[in-house]
C-alpha cells in the first residue's frame, strides 16, 4: 500500500518513525490505532483516534488538521479509577464519520489560545491524555504498536485528490449516496458546462459529455471558468475543452464528440441519470422515448429569454422524468424544430442563467437520490425573472389527484 500521504507529511513520517499505527482513509481522515485507555469497567482496551484532514489538493499534500478537536472510536474513555474523563469528551454517540469511518465520541482538549502548532503535537497530546490512565493500570501499555499502514487512497476514488469538503462539513455520508452513479449529459454548452461544473463535484462513477459543436468565444462567455485566447484559436470541440478541464479534478469524464439523434438514442440506456440539455426537436423527442423505455431518471433543462423595451424576460425551466412520473413531460417541453426561417428570432442565452437552470437541476437531482430533503417531490420547477418568482408543479399530490 502507499506510503505517499504520509511520506510527505513531516508530522506523519515522526509519527511513523516512533512507531504508530496510522492510516489515511481517502475521505479525508487520518487514523491513529491501537491507542491503549481505560473503559469505565476499569479495563484497558485500544481505540482509534480520527482527525480530519485539511489538504493542499491531493491527499499526499496534507497540511493539518482542520481544528484542535479529535474524535474517538471506543467505549467511553475514563481514568483508572474507572471515572468517565468529562473534560475531555464534548459528545458521544455513534456516527458513520464516511463509508469506512464509525466513531463513538468527539473530544475537545486545547492547550492554549493558539492551539496546537502541529499535527505531531496534537495526536500525542491526546496519546498522552487516553494513555496515561491506562498505564497506570498496565505500564506495558503503549501505543507505538506499529507497523503503518497508509491506504493506497486514491485507488478507487472518482476524484485526483480527496474531496476534504466533505468531511471537513461532516457530510461524507450524505455525499456518498451518490457514488458510483453513472451520469450523461446531452448537450454541453452554457447549461451542461454549469451542470458538469457541479456533478465533477461528486463522487458520481463517470460523467460522459455528448456533443459534436466547436468551443468558440460566445461559449467561453456562457461557461463556468476562463478559456485563454490560445484554447479558442485551436477551435476544440466543446466536448474535448470541457472534458481536459474538468479531469483535472475528476476521474472517468468522457467525450463523445457527436450529437444523440433518434439513430443512436439507444446509447443513454446504459445510465442511471441523464441531464438534457440542448434544443427541442425530434431528436429530443426521441431521446425522451429512449431513455423512458430504459427507465432511466433524467432531467430536461430550458431557458426563454427575450428583449422587450431594452431590458430582458423570460423563464427558467427545469423538468424531472422519473419511472413513477412521466406524463407530464410531454405538456411541459417543446420537442417542435426550431424555425430556421425566421431571422428575428434569437436565442439568447446568459452565463447567470445558465449557472441558475444548472443549479437547479442538479439540486432535483440531488434529492432524487436522497441528498437534501424533498418534501413536495415537485417534477417542474420554473423561475421567471421579473416577478422573481419559482414555482413548483407536478409534485406527487397532483398525480394522486389527477388519477382520482
Known sequence: MSRQPIARNAD?????????????????????????????????????????????????????????????????????????????????????????????????????????????????????????????????????????????????????????????????????????????????????????????????????????????????????????????????????????????????IVAHPYRVTKENAEELAGFDFAFLCMDSGPDKLAIVEALEAAGVLFIDTGIGVQEVNGALRGTVRVTTSTPEKREHLRKRVSFATPRADNEYERNIQVADLNALNAALAVIKWKKLYGFYHDFEHEHDSTYTINSHLLTRDETHDEADANSA
Open 12 to 252: 506523519l513520517t515522526c509519527l511513523e518513525n516512533e512507531g504508530y499505527a496510522l492510516e489515511v482513509d481517502p475521505q479525508g481522515y487520518l487514523l491513529v490505532k491501537n491507542v491503549p485507555y481505560v473503559n469505565p469497567a476499569r479495563e484497558v482496551k485500544r481505540g482509534t483516534i480520527v482527525g480530519t484532514l485539511k489538504t493542499a489538493g491531493s491527499i499526499d499534500d496534507i497540511v493539518s488538521f482542520s481544528d484542535h478537536t479529535v474524535y474517538f472510536a471506543g467505549e467511553p474513555p475514563c481514568d483508572f479509577e474507572g471515572r468517565p474523563l468529562d473534560k475531555l469528551v464534548i459528545s458521544s454517540s455513534r456516527q458513520q464519520l464516511g463509508t469506512r469511518v464509525c466513531v463513538d465520541h468527539h473530544f475537545s482538549h486545547k492547550p492554549g489560545p493558539d492551539g496546537y502548532p502541529s499535527m505531531y503535537a496534537q495526536i500525542k497530546q491526546y496519546i498522552a491524555i487516553l494513555g496515561s490512565h491506562a498505564q497506570r493500570l498496565d505500564p506495558s501499555m503503549t501505543a507505538k504498536t506499529g507497523p503503518v499502514v497508509s491506504l493506497d487512497a486514491e485507488g478507487d476514488s472518482p476524484f485526483e485528490y480527496m474531496d476534504t469538503a466533505s468531511s471537513r462539513a461532516g457530510i461524507v455520508m450524505v455525499t456518498a449516496k451518490l457514488w458510483g452513479l453513472r451520469i450523461a449529459i446531452v448537450g454541453i454548452g452554457g447549461t451542461g458546462a454549469y451542470v458538469l461544473d457541479q456533478v465533477a463535484k461528486t463522487p458520481v462513477k463517470d460523467i460522459h459529455l455528448f456533443d459534436d459543436d466547436i468551443f468558440y468565444t460566445h461559449n467561453a462567455f456562457r461557461g463556468p471558468g476562463a478559456a485563454t485566447v490560445e484554447q479558442l484559436r485551436t477551435g476544440p470541440l466543446k466536448v474535448d475543452y470541457w472534458r481536459d478541464r474538468y479531469s483535472m479534478m475528476h476521474r472517468g
